[in-house]
């Protein structure tokens, strides 16, 4: 993945070495220009400053030709040929290559071919006058463009490093918060100012979503809370109406199994009530007290008080246990070790043992079945089939979230016909 | 023995009532907090039913003010949240139990006949029925001069139908008394059967009367 600061620089840097490159050519046209340009005025000024000069030197014919000959020779740049009245030559302008002896290569030379009269005498002028090859000028135009090109490149990195730590801050922010945040946990995000008005926008935006968000979490958790409150009264009046209906002198054996039916379903409804609330509670923080408690002592307590429910399916609880201290809320501790151990009876095969054991840090219950359990569904609420009509639906999302609040970790495997809740503490 | 139902809820206080009324209790409802502070101010009561949630004020403010009046009427708290605080806070104030909606009636007859016993009879806490004899604080029970040998389940069912004398109670308020809020995570209450059993081998054994009466296969009634 690449960073979005990344991307425009990455463009940036091409962008800048197409044109750099470009420029080149450019470059070398633009300076190539100028130069002959300028030497063609030099040429020319040249001529016109011999033109003058000559003309105010009074030689003699014999003494001209002999005083031209000796500068032929001694100034390179500049020829004059002696011609005949027939061959005047037409002034032109040309770029001319010659070999250079000295320095062993090749030199250009801009040449201005002219006809100049010295005492009425035509001469065939050439001024010659190097120029910059065209390679070298290539050449340096082109180191120069890379120079500026890595410039070019570094201030990027640089500025590139320098507008992220500065500018891109409160984004980074934003992000850690949002990362951090918990619809669960109830927390006020403080997203920090930004003078970017995107990241402004966006912060805003965020802070409304979130605001919502928490808005209509935490209605519906109340809303759950107050519906089995709610639910309370009238279920106390339909309880309290099938004892009364139980008294009824007319008592018969079908009024008395429809009434055990009745009983039966009502704490079915009173439990799921129950566990809805407790559920809502849970994650409501609403019992924050922790104490210094034993698990073994708890586990005991738990089995204590089941142990009756699983005789009478024939099944054995057995314990393997350390002392182990744990820091928690006990109410909390209760309802998970229940929650498991009744789980463990309740979906057990009959006349087989249930085993609780430790080891280090975990907790494990098993028992026997038949098939493995589907671990994803395991912990959602109301997921497992409706078949089994005595489930709540809630017990093992309770766990869960009681064991997620602790920071604990519980977990569900099928092993050699057993299934196996472990929690890790 | 008087009793007063505060309870906003008329359906549910009536039917409290009615099942009380047949165990010798003498109910009066008071429906609002008005009418409740009023009976409370005028009358006194062996135990007093008190729901939390009350049109024109909150059942806690009865229990300062029965407080603040030195009263030694027993306080049952009836209440349908069941939050922990509200009972710490209630049994602090001075009511001397609490329970939860939804409750079995027989329950609620067990709680009255228990806080009335520990307010009337402090120091012996002896309850003779019939040739049965029950000491509340060692928690024996004997029959004669026979000691019976109860567990601690089939002690608390004994109170129970001892506070439920000629009612029908179904199985599924014997386990919710056994077990209490666990009662409500068990799928069956077959287990409370051989508790009853035993109670009733162990009770007949020491020459007791059978009193207890198995009906229709669905409850169990202490018939005298």
Redesign the interface.
């Known amino acids: 993945m690449n960073r979005l600061l990344d991307k425009p620089f990455q463009s940036f840097s091409i962008y800048a070495l197409i044109i750099l490159v470009c420029s080149i050519p450019v470059y070398y046209f633009v300076v190539d220009t100028i130069w002959l340009d300028e030497l063609d005025e030099h040429n020319t000024i040249i001529r016109q400053q011999i033109e003058q000069n000559i003309r105010k030197i009074d030689t003699q014919e014999s003494d001209l030709d002999k005083t031209l000959n000796i500068w032929n020779s001694l100034q390179p740049g500049i020829a004059f040929t002696p011609l005949q009245t027939s061959e005047i030559y037409k002034d032109s302008i040309y770029t001319a290559t010659s070999y250079n002896k000295f320095a062993k290569e090749t030199d250009r030379f801009r040449v201005l071919s002219t006809t100049i009269f010295i005492q009425k005498k035509p001469y065939h002028l050439v001024i010659s006058t190097n120029v910059e090859e065209t390679d070298e000028t290539l050449l340096v135009v082109a180191i120069i463009t890379a120079f500026f090109f890595l410039v070019l490149v570094l201030g990027f990195v640089f500025l590139n490093k320098r507008i992220a730590r500065n500018s891109w801050k409160p984004f980074y922010r934003t992000l850690e918060q949002l990362k951090r945040f918990d619809l669960n946990k109830d927390q006020h995000i403080e997203l920090e100012e930004s003078d970017i008005l995107e990241f402004e926008e966006l912060n805003t935006a965020l802070t409304t979503l979130i605001e919502k968000n928490t808005l209509a979490f935490n209605q519906q958790k109340r809303f759950i809370e107050n519906a089995s409150?709610e639910l309370?009264?009238p279920?106390?009046?339909?309880?309290?109406?099938?004892?009364?209906l139980?008294?009824n002198e007319h008592?018969?054996?079908k009024l008395?199994?429809i009434?055990?039916a009745i009983?039966?379903n009502?704490?079915r409804i009173?439990?799921i009530n129950?566990n809805m609330?407790l559920l809502a509670k849970i994650e409501n923080n609403?019992?924050p007290e922790k104490a210094n408690t034993n698990l073994k002592e708890a586990v005991e307590e738990t089995v204590d008080?089941?142990t009756?429910?699983g005789?009478?399916k024939g099944m054995d609880i057995r314990m393997d246990l350390q002392s182990y201290p744990l820091y928690c809320n006990s109410?909390l501790l209760e309802v998970l070790l229940?929650?498991l151990l009744?789980n463990a009876i309740?979906h057990g095969e009959v006349n087989q043992p249930v085993l609780i054991s430790m080891k280090d840090n975990k907790l494990i219950f098993s028992n026997r079945g038949k098939q493995a359990l589907k671990p994803e569904q395991l912990f959602v609420r109301f997921a497992i089939s409706s078949s089994e009509t005595?489930?709540s639906g809630l017990?093992l999302s309770i766990s869960k979230e009681i064991c997620d609040q602790n920071r604990w970790k519980i977990s569900y495997t099928f092993i050699d016909h057993f299934h196996v809740f472990s929690i890790e503490f | 023995m008087k009793i007063l139902i505060i309870e906003d809820?008329h359906?549910?206080a009536q039917?409290?009532a009615?099942?009380l009324s047949?165990q010798d209790y003498l109910c009066e409802i008071a429906a609002d907090f008005n009418q409740a502070s009023n009976k409370i101010i005028f009358y006194e009561y062996d135990c007093i039913l008190l729901d939390l949630m009350l049109p024109f004020g909150n059942g806690l403010q009865l229990l300062e003010l029965l407080k603040a009046e030195k009263r030694m009427d027993g306080v049952i708290i009836i209440s349908?949240?069941?939050?922990?605080e509200d009972k710490i806070k209630g049994l602090q104030i001075g009511a001397d139990d609490y329970l939860?909606?939804?409750?079995?009636?027989?329950e609620l007859t067990a709680r009255i006949y228990s806080v009335i016993r520990r307010k009337q009879f402090d120091n012996s806490n002896i309850v003779t029925h019939e040739e049965l004899t029950v000491d509340l604080l060692s928690k024996t029970v004997t029959v004669g001069s026979n000691l019976v040998p109860l567990t601690k389940?089939e002690f608390d069912l004994l109170l129970l139908f001892l506070g439920n004398k000629n009612?029908?109670?179904?199985?599924?308020?014997l386990a919710?008394h056994?077990?209490g809020?666990?009662?409500?995570?068990?799928?069956?209450?077959?287990?409370v059967y051989?508790?009853v059993k035993n109670l009733k081998k162990k009770l007949t054994g020491a020459g007791c009367t059978n009193y207890l009466k198995t009906?229709?296969?669905?409850?169990y009634k202490w018939e005298l």
Not at chain 1, 237 to 242: D, N, Q, S, V, W
Request: no cysteine; glycine share 4%; proline share 1%.
């Open positions: 409150h309370q009264t279920l106390a009046i339909l309880k309290t109406k099938a004892d009364v139980l008294q008592l018969n054996e008395s199994a009434i055990a009983n039966s009502l704490a009173s439990r129950k609330l609403q019992f008080s089941l009756d429910y005789l009478n109410t229940n929650n009744t309740r005595t489930n017990g | 809820e359906e549910l039917d409290m009615d099942y047949g349908a949240k069941n939050a922990l939860a909606k939804p409750f079995h009636l027989s389940k009612k029908v109670i179904s199985r599924n308020a919710e056994l077990s809020d666990i009662a409500d995570m068990l799928d069956n209450h077959d287990f051989a508790h009906v229709y296969g669905t409850g």
